[in-house]
């Protein structure tokens, strides 16, 4: 059986990875390959309901409180999603894993990132992407895609989304090899382009 891979989309929430990760899936699905897509936070059942309190509870949230909500959905995620599908020998994509949490609770919301890493580890059981995109883009930008209606996160502040994207391209220095930052600023289907190269290259030098 091919090895199962587990790759992740990053980046600023109007970023355009969630579509990105469906042109992904289209070609996976074109090429005959099993694939799963799945979301942080969200992916299916529980995870979806701790998704509703992240995204719209309006009362006051603490943020190591946040934190702790972004990790159970995420060891859920991963115990009952992504695991058994890698297992499987599937690709599976996922809008927003680990570097998330280091980006937004960390870098954003000035949360100590040494414990972020040790409970992204504890939440993952030290598992770890295989490959991740990072969409990079400037916060205006991403800010006008998102238009007037924004979630709680999207509602931040213009600092604390340029503290997100400086932590992801932090990220990516750090990790050069699972990490790769892609210009958002060009067009879907230069993106979708240079997605399915390094996916290419990446199954090549994996098998
Ligand atoms: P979502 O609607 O999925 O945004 P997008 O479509 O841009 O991915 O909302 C997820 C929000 O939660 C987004 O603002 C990023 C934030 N988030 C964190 O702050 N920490 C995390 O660990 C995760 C997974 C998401």
Not at 56 to 64: A, C, E, I, L, W
Not at 172 to 199: D, G, L, M, T, W
Request: one cysteine or more; proline letters at 2%; a neutral charge.
């Amino acid at each position: 059986m091919k090895k199962g891979l587990f790759i992740t989309f990053e980046g600023a929430d109007g970023c355009g990875k969630t579509t990105q990760m469906q042109l992904l899936a289209e070609y996976l699905e074109k090429k005959n390959i099993a694939f799963l897509l799945t979301r942080e936070p969200g992916g299916k059942g529980l995870g979806e309901k701790v998704r509703e309190i992240l995204l719209n509870y309006k009362g006051p949230v603490s943020d190591r409180c946040e934190s702790f909500l972004f990790l159970a959905d995420r060891a859920q995620n991963i115990d009952i999603i992504v695991n058994p599908a890698v297992a499987e020998g599937k690709i599976v994509l996922c809008d927003r894993h680990i570097d998330s949490t280091v980006a937004y609770q960390g870098y954003g919301r000035g949360l100590d990132i040494e414990r972020i890493n040790m409970l992204n580890n504890i939440a993952t059981n030290n598992k770890k992407p295989d490959l991740t995109f990072v969409f990079d883009i400037d916060v205006e930008t991403s800010m006008k895609r998102v238009g007037k209606e924004k979630d709680r996160m999207e509602s931040a502040g213009i600092e604390f989304h340029n503290r997100v994207r400086n932590g992801y391209l932090e990220l990516a220095k750090q990790e050069p090899e699972r990490i790769k930052v892609i210009n958002a600023a060009k067009s879907i289907e230069e993106i979708h382009q240079e997605i399915i190269q390094i996916f290419e290259t990446y199954g090549r030098l994996s098998q």
